[in-house]
Antibody, heavy 121, light 108 residues
């Protein structure tokens, strides 16, 4: 069965860095778009980025450009989110999700359980 | 960026009633690439509808999606106790995906 498991969250000081990982299993990882979504406490869902199956195409939300970098390693069936210059407002649960393949690839049909990132001194 | 506005913010209904949720886009959504998700407290979202009207795998047929262009609707024909949750729409017709702010369906 499809499984996505995020790791790497925790408490980090403002200005610090953190790298989240998402381990995928149960499907052909290198066939699917993957995405990062976050949810601040008590708030709605916020798209961060999505990356093509080969990793050659990446789109990111304006608010993270220059600070967050998304990548993938298809040999390791893993998705990553490198975050730098973290701010208090980045505190959130971060989810990785599986998109689709082909022309319609934006629906997120599987989600990880989420990992909490807290930015605080 | 396409902005999605969901209404109402909160919908207070009783089990067995019909729920109608709206999602309006600031610009037309290419190919009606709009999805709906359900989220319960402490859980990850679950995909309900994609392509505006196609039910995802194992989603009960009391959930239906409709609409095109800039106006989309999620309908729950008869609310079951497990349907009380927050619902989000998401567009993926542009390179920059966006979510609506959510509609909470609560027990009246």
């Amino acid at each position: 069965q499809v499984q996505l498991a995020e790791s790497g969250g925790g408490l980090v000081a403002p200005g610090g860095s953190l790298r989240l990982s998402c381990a995928a299993s149960g499907f052909a990882f290198n066939d699917y778009y993957m995405t990062w979504i976050r949810q601040s406490p008590g708030k709605g869902l916020e798209w961060i980025s999505h990356i093509s199956p080969s990793g050659s195409t990446l789109y990111s939300a304006d608010f993270v450009k220059g600070r967050f970098t998304t990548s993938r390693d298809n040999a390791k069936n893993s998705l990553y989110l490198q975050m730098t210059s973290l701010r208090a407002e980045d505190t959130a649960v971060f989810y990785c999700g599986r998109g689709g393949r082909g022309f319609s690839y934006g629906q997120i049909d599987y989600w990880g359980q989420g990992v909490l990132v807290t930015v605080s001194s | 960026e396409i902005v999605l506005t969901q209404s109402p913010g909160t919908l207070s209904l009783s089990p067995g009633e019909r729920a109608t949720l709206s999602c309006r886009a600031s610009h037309g959504i290419t190919s009606n690439y709009l999805a709906w998700y359900q989220q319960k407290p402490g859980q990850a979202p679950r995909l309900l509808i994609h392509g505006a009207s196609s039910r995802a795998t194992d989603i009960p047929d009391r959930f239906s999606g409709s609409g095109s262009g800039t106006d989309f609707t999620l309908t729950i024909s008869r609310l079951e106790p497990e349907d009380f949750a927050v619902y989000y729409c998401q567009q993926y017709g542009s390179s920059l995906w966006t979510f609506g702010q959510g509609t909470k369906v609560e027990v009246k």
